[in-house]
Nanobody, 127 residues
């Protein structure tokens, strides 16, 4: 029903910037919120950031706070993640996800509360 397609991943040196995009297709109704997750080798998937579709509220994991910015262009049905001051520990596969759960669930950042997922895009940060 809903398809999410990520783009913008790649390799960058520490301190650099990258912007990820997530285009949504085929949805009948708007999701409540969207978010970005990442999974580093040997580690569990973690929520990076999420944003309410109305654009009023957002949340960031402590590890990226102050460096990453999540935004949503409703007209384009596209979610963005601007990543600045990248660190090697930011390396991983980044996934875009959409949730139809209430904000209180979306903001918690649990994978089970997100209903649709993209295939992921690799981000590699070297030192």
């Amino acid at each position: 029903q809903v398809q999410l397609v990520e783009s913008g991943g790649g390799s960058v040196q520490a301190g650099g910037s990258l912007r990820l995009s997530c285009a949504a297709f085929g949805h009948t109704y708007s999701s409540n919120c969207m978010g970005w997750f990442r999974q580093a080798p040997g580690k569990e998937r973690e929520g990076v950031a999420r944003i309410e579709n109305g654009g009023g509220r957002s949340y960031y994991a402590d590890s990226v706070k102050g460096r990453f910015t999540i935004s949503l262009d409703n007209a384009k049905n596209t979610l963005y993640l601007q990543m600045n001051s990248l660190k090697p520990e930011d390396t991983g596969v980044y996934y875009c996800a959409a949730s139809y759960r209430p904000w209180t669930r979306c903001v918690a950042g649990q994978s089970a509360d997100y209903d649709y997922w993209g295939q992921g895009t690799q981000v590699t940060v070297s030192s």
